[in-house]
C-alpha cells in the first residue's frame, strides 16, 4: 500500500484485505478476508490512519479528470 495514491474524478479503488483481522486504511475499514470500492466523484484529498503503512498514514488526491 503505497502512503499517497493519486486517482482522478470518476475513477475508482478496490481495497482487498487478505488477512485474518480488519483494517483500516485511510478513510476505509476493511474487514477480514474482505474489501471495499469507491468511486470519486469530487476532487478533494482524503486522508486517515492506516495500519498496513509504515508511516501510519493513507492520503488520496482527487483531481479533475
Given at each position: 500500500v503505497p502512503a499517497e495514491l493519486n486517482v482522478k474524478v470518476g475513477e475508482s479503488?478496490?481495497?482487498?484485505?487478505?488477512d485474518?483481522?480488519?483494517a483500516v486504511?485511510?478513510?476505509?475499514?476493511?474487514p477480514a478476508e474482505g474489501n471495499v470500492a469507491m468511486e470519486f466523484t469530487t476532487p478533494g484529498t482524503l486522508t486517515g490512519?492506516?495500519?498496513v503503512h509504515p508511516s501510519g498514514v493513507f492520503t488520496i488526491n482527487i483531481t479533475d479528470a
Open positions: 479503488i478496490r481495497i482487498v484485505n487478505e485474518e483481522r480488519g486504511v485511510g478513510i476505509f475499514f476493511v490512519e492506516c495500519d
